[in-house]
Structure formats: structure tokens, C-alpha cells
Antibody, heavy 121, light 110 residues
Framework: QITLKESGPTLMKPTQTLTLTCTFS??????????VGWIRQPPGKALEWLALIFWNDNKYYSPSLKSRLTITKDTSKNQVVLTMTNMDPVDTATYYC?????????????WGQGTLVTVSS | QSVLTQPPSVSGAPGQRVTISCTGS????????VHWYQQLPGTAPKLLIY???NRPSGVPDRFSGSKSGTSASLAITGLQAEDEADYYCQSYDSSLSAWVFGGGTRLTVL
């Protein structure tokens, strides 16, 4: 059974760099076709796609945030890490990681519970 | 302002049928699959429909999806109180080179 869980700081100050870790089980990011993405949701607002990494290390970023985002994977640890630089109060949101396949069900079919990150001075 | 437009809210009485629309353009819905997610209050989104009209295992057949041209729809029949949630459509946009979500629709069961 596939599970994902996000971890990282809950409170940050403006200009700091956010590092979030997604630890997963039930699948391997070394398996062809597998990917893990990040999606965030500001309080009371809509979902926003951030980044996606596939088994072959292909990476995709939201154009509006690309300069601030880096996504990496550690296959041996079953983890995906997202870093976001220069955090601002508008980046306050619940951050989710989710499993996605490159073929077949090309949607986010398993989600973590999410982690709320608050940016405040 | 999302490139995929959804009505902010819809409502229906128990047992009724409701539909939620998702309107896009040729660079997204017109060319790529649409997926739908259900987000119950205080929980993570859950995949409801993938590839325009396919239901993952465990999703009741009361939920159905369709796509025509640059628009997609989610239909819910036999409305139940437990269906009260936010619903999001998602697709890929080639102009943005990004996956995009709709603004979300809150379903209220009267």
C-alpha cells in the first residue's frame, strides 16, 4: 500500500529557505514510470502545482516559481526533497506531496496528509 | 486566477444530481486529459476521476466525468451528505508548460 508523508518546518521567517521532505513507502522512485510531485494550498484557497520529479530524474517546475524551487530524489531513502528559497508570507500554505505515474493513471493518485508552513516575521 | 475555470459553488438536495464544470482552452483541456479531485474538509485531496472519465478503484459510480472540446464536467448523482466537499479539476497546459488546477468548487448538500 502506497503512503506518503511530508515533513519540515512549520514556521519560517521571510527570506529563509524552506526544505520539505516527502518520505514514501509502497513504491520505488527507481521504477520506470513513477513520479512524485508537490502541490500547495494556501489557507482557504485553491490547489497550486509546484514541481514534479520522475524515476529518470526528469524534473518539472511551475514557471512562476521555477527560479525559487529545486526538487531532488534520494532513491535509497525513498525520499523526495523540495526546497523553496526566499520565503514570503504569501507562501504560507499546506504543502502536499503526491504519487504520480508517467503512463496509465497520469494523475496524482496518492497524497500525503500535508504539512502547514507559516511564513511570518 | 486559474486557467481552468470552475464555478465557486454548487448545491443540491440529497438524492439529486449536480454537475460541476471546468472550462479551459485549446492549450489545456482541449489537448490533454482532465482529472478530478475531491477534498473533504480538513483533509488531503483524493483522486476521483482520471483521464476524463475513469474512476479509480473504490470510487462510487455515482461520480462520473466527461470532456467535450475545451470543457469538462463532473457529475454526481444520488447526492449524499458525505459528498459535501471541494472539487478540483486538473489538466496540463502547453502554453504554460505546467500542470494546472481549477479554482475549486464547493459543493453544499442542502
Amino acid at each position: 500500500q502506497i503512503t506518503l508523508k511530508e515533513s519540515g518546518p512549520t514556521l519560517m521567517k521571510p527570506t529563509q529557505t524552506l526544505t520539505l521532505t516527502c518520505t514514501f513507502s509502497g513504491f520505488s522512485l527507481s521504477t520506470s514510470g513513477v513520479g512524485v510531485g508537490w502541490i500547495r494550498q494556501p489557507p482557504g484557497k485553491a490547489l497550486e502545482w509546484l514541481a514534479l520529479i520522475f524515476w529518470n530524474d526528469n524534473k518539472y517546475y511551475s514557471p512562476s516559481l521555477k527560479s525559487r524551487l529545486t526538487i531532488t530524489k534520494d532513491t535509497s531513502k525513498n525520499q523526495v526533497v523540495l526546497t523553496m528559497t526566499n520565503m514570503d508570507p504569501v507562501d504560507t500554505a499546506t504543502y502536499y506531496c503526491a504519487h504520480r505515474l508517467h503512463t496509465g493513471v497520469k494523475a496524482y493518485d496518492y497524497w500525503g496528509q500535508g504539512t502547514l508552513v507559516t511564513v511570518s516575521s | 486566477q486559474s486557467v481552468l475555470t470552475q464555478p465557486p459553488s454548487v448545491s443540491g438536495a440529497p438524492g439529486q444530481r449536480v454537475t460541476i464544470s471546468c472550462t479551459g482552452s485549446s492549450s489545456n483541456i482541449g489537448s490533454y486529459d482532465v482529472h478530478w479531485y475531491q477534498q473533504l474538509p480538513g483533509t488531503a485531496p483524493k483522486l476521483l476521476i482520471y483521464g476524463n472519465s475513469n474512476r479509480p478503484s473504490g470510487v462510487p459510480d455515482r461520480f462520473s466525468g466527461s470532456k467535450s472540446g475545451t470543457s469538462a464536467s463532473l457529475a454526481i448523482t444520488g447526492l449524499q451528505a458525505e459528498d459535501e466537499a471541494d472539487y478540483y479539476c486538473q489538466s496540463y497546459d502547453s502554453s504554460l508548460s505546467a500542470w494546472v488546477f481549477g479554482g475549486g468548487t464547493r459543493l453544499t448538500v442542502l
